[in-house]
């Protein structure tokens, strides 16, 4: 079935440890987004790419990194996890970036740190 | 900043009851406008979306909602609430060379 994965589905880490959430779509999109999602202030980007090899950030990339190496795969890393980056992360896609092109979510991934 | 708001945080209605979810956006020009709905610990699905034309849009589980360029809004809309319907609900605005912006949501319950 064609669409986005996720993993972990969720997960539980101590401050300051390294973690890497994976993304996957097989809809051969070529843009990609990772967001947050807290109670009260909806979904805010942390960092997109237009295409294999291009990354850029959005809203609130402060503690994250990202890397397009192909089509398919986006991950987002959190180099030293603190206790804000507690949240649940979307990955999406699109078939372009830019605001007419639909956005397909993941099923995400709830990330808590202690 | 282009900003989407939604003014209800929560909003309950009964079953069978009609239902309007307000949004509103910021930035003035023609805008490309989203609704998307998640049900609890799943991502997010798109109802429908307006782009141009008609001003009333026709999307998926009965929904619909209407784009007011005077008033800067996109309401959804739906005649008679199913308890299937109990969700979380995003406006999402978007334009041409840019990102989505999303609004905070709002949360539907239905009563039996």
């Known amino acids: 079935i064609a669409g986005i994965t996720q993993a972990p589905t969720s997960q539980i880490l101590a401050a300051g440890r390294r973690m890497t959430l994976r993304c996957t779509q097989d809809?051969?999109?070529?843009?990609m987004y990772w967001y947050r999602q807290d109670l009260g202030l909806g979904l805010r980007l942390i960092h997109y790419s237009n295409t294999a090899g291009t990354t850029g950030k959005g809203e609130v990339p402060d503690g994250y990194s990202v890397s397009r190496a192909n089509t398919d795969d986006f991950p987002l890393t959190l180099a030293s996890a603190v206790p804000s980056q507690t949240s649940v992360y979307f990955c999406?896609?699109?078939?372009?970036?830019?605001?007419?092109?639909?956005?397909?979510f993941g099923p995400g991934t709830r990330l808590t740190v202690l | 900043a282009q900003s989407v708001t939604q003014p209800d945080i929560h909003i309950t209605v009964s079953e069978g009851a009609s239902l309007e979810l307000r949004c509103n956006y910021s930035y003035g020009a023609t805008p490309y406008l989203f609704w998307y709905v998640q049900s609890p610990g799943q991502g997010l699905q798109l109802l429908l979306k307006?782009?141009?034309?008609?001003?009333l849009v026709q999307g998926i589980k009965g929904f619909e909602a209407e784009f007011k360029r005077s008033q800067s809004s996109f309401n959804l809309r739906k005649p008679s609430v199913h308890w299937s319907d109990a969700a979380e609900y995003f406006c999402a605005w978007g334009n041409y060379g840019q990102n989505f912006v999303f609004g905070p949501g709002t949360r539907l319950s239905v009563l039996p």
């Open positions: 809809m051969r999109h070529n843009a």
């Open positions: 307006y782009f141009s034309g008609d001003t």
């Open positions: 999406a896609s699109s078939f372009r970036t830019g605001g007419r092109n639909e956005q397909f």
